[in-house]
Structures are given as structure tokens and as C-alpha cells.
């Protein structure tokens, strides 16, 4: 079968350049880079060159697969286009997130899902990702009754420019920020940690509250995370159900370091929560522009593909029913 046509929009941010080197990684030849018209032109790393991420050029037809690593705005103009030309598009922002009826997925949680889509995929924030990955190995073995996490995020997840910003600023002028919305009293980041763990989990009802915070770090996510189970789970049985989970890796102290450019959660410093019943504490650290972004828009392409680099046309039109089952 033909090689699938893929389009990276966004393909000069800092998600879009790790998505461009994924997919080259991974071996995927027939792809193509969109941006704004500021970048059409400009050659990327494999030769590729940046082209305009016009209405026209995204429903002319001729792509099978997008990767969308734009704000929401651009998301709405654009996703559309894509849709009406035939292809599929994963989208990393919260444009479509939770939309009803439009799959938000985290493949070794609910894989299965994505296909169930009208042309539209959202990958979620990049805290969510993380937390889903540890939360739902913990909910099959005992069940979630409340969770609590505060978040420790890197400049990387506001994007390239202020990376740039990071590194030019001198270190005594380093901080925390909380550089998000804020909706009463919550940022929308706060908000969206509940919201898209609730939906991926398919617990609408689970309690979850979020503090969000950004520290001076170029890359990697940290969390701290608090869970009250329905049933008693020690420490060590936690350690052992998570080493076993897809796509974490139990680490005595995880850091956003440690976790750079790998393709795993990190978690680690699981010990019993002394303020509550059936509770554990742990932390986590992820790379949010790999497994965080980009890996895992490319997980739910390679998984809507059957895991291989085929005719997306003839593949993403079949029935759950008749993909490979995904680990959950």
C-alpha cells in the first residue's frame, strides 16, 4: 500500500520540530511541513521545506494524516480544512479537547477510542498525558476515589520563544509564574487537568483538583500526586502495579532532567499518604514536548494505522473491532 501522507502544522514551534524528528526517527518519508506564512520557505532539518498552512493547501487532498502543534485559535480556523480535504487531524490544542463526541486520547489508556472519530483526534495537555498514564494502572487495581496533583512545568510548555527567554534571562531573575487564564479562582490549566482526566479516564465523577505552576526549567514536567483509593494498596504493591504499566519507568526520584528527550513517564517516591485513608503520594516527571506532545499525536496516528506505515485511506475508516487491541 501507499506510504501515508503526513502534514506537521506548526512544524517551527517547539512541539512541531520534536514531531518532525519523531516521525523521522521512526521512518516515516512522505511528510510534509506547514507553518505561517513568516516561516513558508524556510528548510528543515531532512530537507524539508516549510510551506504556507493555508485553507486551500490543507483541503486540496492530498494528505492523509495532520499533526497540529498550534495555538487554539489557529486550531479552529484550520482543523476544518483538513477535515474537508479527507484527512484525519490530531490536534494538541484545547480546541477540541472536550468537545462531546470528539475522542481525547492518551493510546495506552484508552487507545481504543481514537477510532471512534469523525475526523478529528485532541491530544491532550501536557500534564494530563503524564497523570493518565499513572492514574489508570492505580484505577484497575483499586480504584480512584479523589486525587490531588500540583504541577511543576517547564517554560517549553509556553512555547520556543520563551525558551529563548529562559536562557537569555539572568538566574537571579529566575521565579515561579502562574502564566495561565485564570478562571474564578483556578487557572484554565487547573481546570483542564480535571476535565481531560475525567474524560480519558471515563470517570466524570472523580474528584481532581489541580495547582498549576511554571518554574525556570527549559523542558520537563513535574507532579505531585495524591490519590485516595477505594481499596488499600501499599506502597510497594503500587510500585510493582506501575512498573508493570506501558510507558512508565518506577525511577527512586524522577526529574525533569532525567526525563528529557526519553519516551517515558518517570515516577517515583510512592509512600503512603500519612494525611489520609488509602492514600498514596508519588511524583512524576515527563518530557512534555515528547511524551508530553508530540509522541503521543504520533502514538494515536501509528495506532489508527495498526502500528505500521500504510494507506491511512484504507486503515482509519475500520472499525475498532478491527485494529489491534491496545494495552490498557
Sequence with gaps: MAESRIAVIGATGAVGAVTLRLLRERGYENVRAFASARSSGKTLEGGIVVEEATPEALAAGDIDLALFSVGTSASLELVPHVVRGGAVAIDKSSAYRLEPGIPLVVPEVNGASALANDGIVANPNCCTIPLACVLKPLHDAAGLKRVRVSTYQSVSGAGAQRMEQLRAEPQEQHNLAMDWSWDGDETDEESKIRAEAQKILELPDLPISATTVRVPVLVGHAEAVWVELDDALTAAQATEILS??????????????????????????????????????????????????????????????????????????????AVPPVRS
Design 244 to 321: 508493570r504499566a506501558p510507558s512508565v519507568r518506577v525511577v527512586d526520584v524522577p526529574t525533569p532532567g532525567d526525563a528529557a528527550k526519553t519516551d517515558q513517564v518517570l515516577v517515583g517516591r510512592i509512600r503512603p499518604d500519612r494525611a489520609g485513608e488509602n492514600g498514596l503520594v508519588l511524583f512524576l516527571a515527563c518530557d512534555n514536548l515528547v511524551k508530553g506532545a508530540a509522541l503521543n499525536a504520533i502514538q494515536i496516528a501509528e495506532l489508527m494505522l495498526g502500528g505500521a506505515v500504510s494507506d491511512t485511506r484504507s486503515v482509519i475508516r475500520q472499525s475498532a473491532a
